[in-house]
């Protein structure tokens, strides 16, 4: 009886967990009247910064000498490879449908490109062009910790593999090669449409968000996330801005 009992909880709370996600999961409806928010990302007092790495394998497919990662790239005052975001959105216009599946290119033992987005619960297709061996290892960053999402080994040119990404809490992923340290690359993963990925002077534009208050944040995969609010009226323009 005692077991049985304690099945009969186990279940309710599995069930109870899983209509808390799907309460949760962003419904996409028709946006009438939106408003939209804008603004520039600054780099503030964040230099910009490059790691070397030294090429010490397989040098005819990767190349020689040092290979040179951007940590932070900046223009002027702005900050690049910035993504601006909404969260807590429960519903709103669709996800776009390029969103839903991301294409990661091996090259010449670099990830291509460096910075992309996918929609969560999007598909991952990673394809090995290069001759020669790479394994892609890709991240869950969860504020200091991070999570392992995907880790295959690609060991021939044409090899391609498909994966559906779902993060429990992040909003970004990490993407390594196990067998060559120089390559990376970072994948923001969004839970909306509300993102948007500034440009090379720092801006960026959100449209059709639907009057309200929302929490707004921009992330950066090497400086990490800072968090603001705004507030959007209908048919109106709010803007933000951030500093590092």
């Known amino acids: 009886m005692k077991t049985l009992i304690s099945a009969m909880i186990f279940a309710g709370a599995?069930?109870?967990?899983?209509?808390?996600?799907?309460?949760?999961?962003?419904?996409?409806?028709?946006?009438?009247?939106?408003?939209?928010?804008?603004?520039?990302?600054?780099?503030?007092?964040?230099?910009?910064?490059?790691?070397?790495?030294?090429?010490s394998k397989d040098t005819e497919v990767c190349g020689t000498g040092e290979r040179q990662l951007p940590v932070v790239r900046v223009s002027g005052d702005a900050l690049?490879?910035?993504v601006v975001y909404l969260t807590k959105v429960k519903q709103g216009k669709a996800f776009p449908a390029g969103l839903k599946k991301l294409t990661i290119n091996q090259k010449k033992c670099e990830f291509q490109p460096f910075l992309s987005v996918?929609?969560?619960?999007?598909?991952?297709?990673?394809?090995?062009?290069?001759?020669?061996?790479?394994?892609?290892?890709?991240?869950?960053?969860?504020?200091?910790?991070?999570?392992?999402?995907?880790?295959?080994?690609?060991?021939?040119?044409?090899?391609v593999v498909e994966k559906k990404i779902k993060l429990r809490k992040g909003t970004a992923m990490k993407v390594e090669c196990d067998a060559h340290d120089f390559m990376h690359a970072f994948v923001f993963v969004a839970r909306n449409p509300y993102f948007a990925v500034v440009n090379?002077?720092?801006?960026?534009?959100?449209?059709?968000?639907?009057?309200?208050?929302?929490?707004i944040n921009v992330w950066h995969g090497n400086l990490g996330t800072k968090k603001g609010k705004v507030v959007v009226k209908g048919d109106a323009s709010a803007s933000v801005n951030f500093s590092y």
């Not at 290892?137 to 040119?157: D, F, G, M």
């Open 118 to 159: 996918m929609a969560n619960e999007g598909m991952l297709e990673a394809v090995n062009t290069d001759a020669t061996l790479h394994n892609i290892h890709t991240y869950e960053l969860i504020k200091k910790a991070r999570r392992t999402v995907l880790n295959v080994s690609q060991p021939e040119a044409g090899n």
């Open 200 to 215: 090379d002077k720092g801006e960026y534009e959100i449209k059709d968000v639907p009057a309200g208050e929302y929490d």
């Open 14 to 55: 599995l069930a109870t967990l899983a209509s808390g996600a799907q309460a949760a999961k962003y419904k996409e409806v028709a946006v009438s009247g939106g408003g939209s928010i804008s603004g520039k990302v600054s780099a503030g007092g964040a230099k910009a910064a490059t790691k070397a790495y030294t090429i």
């Open 80 to 82: 690049l490879d910035a």
